[in-house]
């Protein structure tokens, strides 16, 4: 998972070669792929994708690759998870979907493209705040903005 986590491409192809715990997880449920978004290298992702990895998967509180990739602002790697078919509506165990982490992040690109993939921007189950007051209480004044425009 450090591996993944620090871009270490070569380490991480061997390791794929030799063990077969690709989906091995940590104490909090995070794959080397969760890892691999949460770092932002785009060719790991892409090997780990190539393994055929559950990019879906959650962890223990139901946070998934592409909620961490869009709070980290790593736009080419949520713009690969779409393109794989990730669910871009699913939620975690408060509620939060990547639409959500996104406006929280501050990548007004991510929050396009979601809005562009006509992603739900009105979920929000168990969170007391909307996608616009998250984006207020992080002062991301661009995405309030859009989200006021285009929501």
Known sequence: MEACFKGHLSIVQLLIEKIDKINFTDHEGNTSFVWSCI???IAIVNLLIYTGIDIDRANVDGITALMRACS?????????????????????????????????GGNIDIVNLLIDKKCDNQIHKHVKKTPVMVACENGHLP?????TERC
Request: hydrophobic share 40%; glycine share 12%.
């Open 39 to 41: 770092g932002g290298n």
């Open 72 to 104: 980290g602002k790593h736009l080419e790697i949520v713009r690969l998870l779409i393109e794989k078919g990730v669910q871009i509506n699913i939620a975690d165990s408060e509620g939060r979907t990547p639409f959500y982490w996104a406006c929280s």
């Open 143 to 147: 995405i309030v903005q859009l989200l």
